[in-house]
């Protein structure tokens, strides 16, 4: 069964600071990552996707990396800013899409971005 | 367009209600899903539709019944639910992979349900 496990649960920086956020899964058998953003009471946004072809993918001042073999993820923010406090939510989609797809989310990291 | 609307955002309903959630997507996407998330929890997957069929239930209570009466549309029709069911309900799509290489999902911003 796989599981999906973010580090930190909660993240408190100053305006600036580049930061880095991880996502580790148990079974590499994956065909997407997705990482999401999700501001209280909303829906999800979709940031990045990395396709488990990919190593990595930018998009601003967001980098996502992925190392299937050794089951990691991380989310690169540089130059944070306050509008970036969210809750940060990592998806990994295995199986076959539409038919026995699984996708699985951590239980997100929690980022506060001070002024 | 990467916009999937959800109606109503909140919906307050007692316990013998029936009501429905609606789900629209104009992107072509040909899969869509149901997703429950409760307070401070990641969403939890409750039934996927591919090309209008439905593929996944998660074993969710037949209070919940899914439709989907055409590629754009999804519906969670409710009845008879519970105070503990109270959630945010979440509506995703993606379209087949074969079709546009990567199988990008894509969220609505949830319907905010509140069972008395």
């Known amino acids: 069964k796989q599981e999906v496990t973010q580090i930190p649960a909660a993240l408190s920086v100053p305006e600036g600071e580049n930061l880095v956020l991880n996502c580790s899964f148990t079974?590499?058998?994956?065909?997407?990552l997705q990482w999401f953003r999700q501001d209280p009471g909303k829906g999800l946004t979709s940031l990045l996707l990395i396709q488990s072809s990919q190593r990595e993918q930018t998009s601003g001042r967001l980098n996502a990396s992925l190392d299937k073999s050794s089951g990691r993820s991380t989310l690169y923010i540089a130059a944070s800013q306050p509008g970036d406090s969210a809750t940060y939510l990592c998806a990994v989609i295995s199986g076959e899409w539409g038919g026995s797809e699984k996708l699985v989310f951590g239980k997100g990291t929690k980022l506060t971005v001070n002024p | 367009d990467t916009e999937v609307t959800q109606t109503p955002k909140h919906l307050v309903m007692g316990m013998t209600n029936k009501k429905s959630l609606k789900c629209e997507q104009h992107m072509g996407h040909r899969a869509m899903y149901w997703y429950k998330q409760k307070a401070k929890k990641p969403p939890e997957l409750m039934f996927v539709?591919?090309?209008?069929?439905?593929?996944i239930n998660e074993s969710v209570p037949s209070r919940f019944s899914p439709e989907c009466p055409n590629s754009s549309l999804l519906n969670l029709h409710l009845h008879a639910l519970q105070p503990e069911d109270s959630a945010l309900y979440l509506c995703?799509?993606?379209?087949?992979?074969?079709?546009?290489?990567?199988?990008?999902?894509?969220f609505g911003e949830g319907s905010r349900l509140t069972v008395l």
């Open positions: 995703a799509s993606s379209q087949d992979p074969q079709r546009s290489n990567t199988g990008e999902l894509f």
């Open positions: 079974d590499s058998a994956i065909y997407n």
């Open positions: 539709y591919s090309y209008e069929k439905l593929s």
